[in-house]
């Protein structure tokens, strides 16, 4: 089989690397994939939102089967325009992947089919917005509406700096016009869990918890980034909460989209709080999560393609879904600078992967056969044990046995975790 993987960072090279394990996969394109990905994958210089190149790559190659990784090209059509012309893809349509395109889409569905999530407001005016500020309880939380690179979302401890969160959004387009409309919602408390599931839009299976690290620094500390390093399993994702998710959360969204005639089919990702009423809906993507999918593909022993392929043709009923009772934990290494301003160019010398510890590439560039790191986050570097210490250890080893001169990274993932563990 060919198959297309769109997308070029992190996320997109854990899957390519999972997918290869499947004897039936013959070649994989990566568009536009990465230095690193090349390793793996034919890259192919055509970018993840310019549609009609991808469709048009697509025919020509006879490709079999197309994997959308990326939000913008779902949200934009892409599994749409592949499947007409009879690409099969994995991936959610584009009325389906507006859950994640359209937070103030995602709030209503919730507040109509009664999905626990915080109490909200929406805004199309930055003055009513800011006189509604007047009276909120503080924190809050203030969110553009549309996609913006997993930053379109800011917690303001203060009523200042939620007004100039809203202004920043509305009046000075800090996300073009992601942020012509914002949501206001309540701040919740607790726990943060992230799970990822495949769906065909008839059932829905879970993968494997996992808990992101996005502050920049130790401690939780610096600038909000698009993520730091993860584990998985989250601790704090037990089976009766997990139950609960299942019959409030995962089962009701399900339906809700169908109910809407949005029916959603790949991988929908619940951003989830365990408060102290249970566990509420923080957000909806409408993809794997990126670095949380870099921890929990290498537990899943399930074959990826065959599950993909079963959600876009609706038989995911009639296919296994496994996942090892092992750990993972993945520590994202970083330009130094990022999320602000880095340099790009610093060469980077990799270990070989080998059967509990994986690479994944997503910032780099080859040349001259050197590869170079080209992007803000980099490097996940990721491993796999039988519990979560040990992983976390197996993966600073791997950190340390890494070149990258000019690379920064958390040294404290997985500590949150292992402290509730410890529990």
Do not use: W
């Not at 610096?222 to 989250?234: Q, R, S």
């Not at 340099?343 to 510890?357: Q, R």
């Not at 949150?416 to 410890?422: E, H, K, P, S, T």
């Amino acid at each position: 089989m060919k198959i297309l993987v769109v997308g070029g960072g992190g996320r997109e090279h854990a899957i390519i690397k999972k997918l290869k394990e499947n004897e039936k996969v013959e070649q994989i394109f990566a568009l536009p994939g990465n230095g690193g990905i090349a390793a793996d994958a034919t890259c192919v210089a055509i970018g993840a939102k310019d549609i009609p190149a991808i469709v048009e790559f697509a025919k020509r190659e006879q490709i079999d089967f197309a994997v959308v990784a990326p939000d913008d090209p779902l949200v934009l059509g892409a599994v749409d325009a592949l499947n007409a012309e009879g690409i099969p893809c994995f991936g959610p349509r584009a009325n389906a992947a507006i859950i994640e395109g359209s937070k103030v889409f995602s709030k209503n569905l919730m507040k109509k089919y009664g999905i626990p999530t915080a109490r909200y407001e929406v805004f199309t005016e930055a003055e009513k917005a800011i006189s509604y500020l007047e009276d909120a309880p503080i924190p809050t939380v203030i969110k553009a509406d549309g996609l913006a690179l997993g930053k379109g979302v800011i917690i303001a401890s203060t009523r200042e700096e939620a007004v100039a969160a809203v202004r920043s959004m509305m009046e000075d387009k800090q996300f073009g016009e992601s942020g012509s409309r914002i949501v206001i919602e309540e701040f919740l408390t607790g726990p943060e869990v992230s799970v990822l599931a495949f769906t065909d839009g008839k059932v829905i299976r879970p993968m494997v918890s996992s808990m992101d690290h996005k502050r920049a620094l130790d401690h939780d500390e610096g600038l909000n980034t698009g993520g730091m390093g993860t584990v998985a399993p989250n601790p704090y994702y037990t089976e009766e909460v997990a139950q609960v998710c299942m019959e409030k959360i995962f089962l009701p969204t399900v339906a809700a989209m169908n109910a809407e005639g949005r029916t959603f089919s790949g991988c929908l990702y619940f951003g989830l709080m365990i408060t102290p009423d249970g566990p509420k809906v923080i957000e909806y993507n409408c993809r794997f999560g990126d670095p949380e999918t870099q921890v929990v593909l290498p537990l899943m022993e399930s074959d990826l393609l065959t599950v993909m392929m079963a959600c876009a043709n609706g038989t995911l009923a009639d296919v296994e879904v496994k996942f090892s009772t092992g750990s993972a934990c993945c520590v994202i290494m970083a330009s130094k600078g990022y999320p602000g301003k880095y340099e790009s160019g610093c060469p980077l010398e990799l270990p070989a992967d080998d059967a509990d510890g994986f690479i994944y590439v997503a910032g780099a560039k080859r040349e001259d056969g050197k590869l170079l790191s080209a992007g803000g986050r980099v490097l996940g570097v990721t491993a796999v044990a039988d519990d979560l210490g040990k992983a976390i250890q197996k993966a600073y080893e791997r950190v340390e046995r890494v070149g990258f001169a000019n690379g920064y990274f958390r040294s404290d993932i997985g500590a949150r975790a292992m402290l509730a563990l410890q529990k």
